[in-house]
């Protein structure tokens, strides 16, 4: 069993700074490609972002592309979001996601086998 747990959601005006983090305890971490997803209201979740077991290959979706990084300190079983310039359309719930038996990202949802319980991130205009 895996645990996930998000922090770092909040409130913030558009154009500034966020810095998501996920913890993970229970199984071997450091061997398991993570993502971020995201979940607007009346929305489906979407791919924010997703990174390879060693930090090796990130991936993002084009929205984010230049603004925010992913990255994982594996010594700490860590992943982590930095959202800079955001806007007024970012705001969702974050999720961050574990794809256990792959160390290779995925854009997919359904190739995540454990997730968090999110961090709301709502940007003002």
């Known amino acids: 069993q895996v645990r996930l747990v998000e922090s770092g959601g909040g409130l913030v005006q558009a154009g500034g700074s966020l810095r998501l983090s996920c913890a993970a305890s229970?199984?071997?971490?450091?061997?398991?490609?993570m993502g971020w997803f995201r979940q607007a209201p009346g929305k489906e979740r979407m791919f924010v972002a997703a990174i390879s077991w060693n930090g090796g290959s990130t991936y993002y979706t084009n929205s984010v592309k230049g603004r925010f990084t992913i990255s994982r300190d594996n010594a700490k079983n860590t992943v982590y979001l930095q959202m800079n310039s955001l806007k007024p359309e970012d705001t969702a719930v974050y999720y961050c996601?574990?794809?256990w038996g792959s160390g290779v990202p995925s854009t997919r949802t359904d190739e995540y086998t454990y997730w968090g319980q999110g961090t709301q991130v709502t940007v003002s205009s």
């Open positions: 229970g199984r071997i971490f450091s061997t398991n490609a």
């Open positions: 996601a574990a794809r």
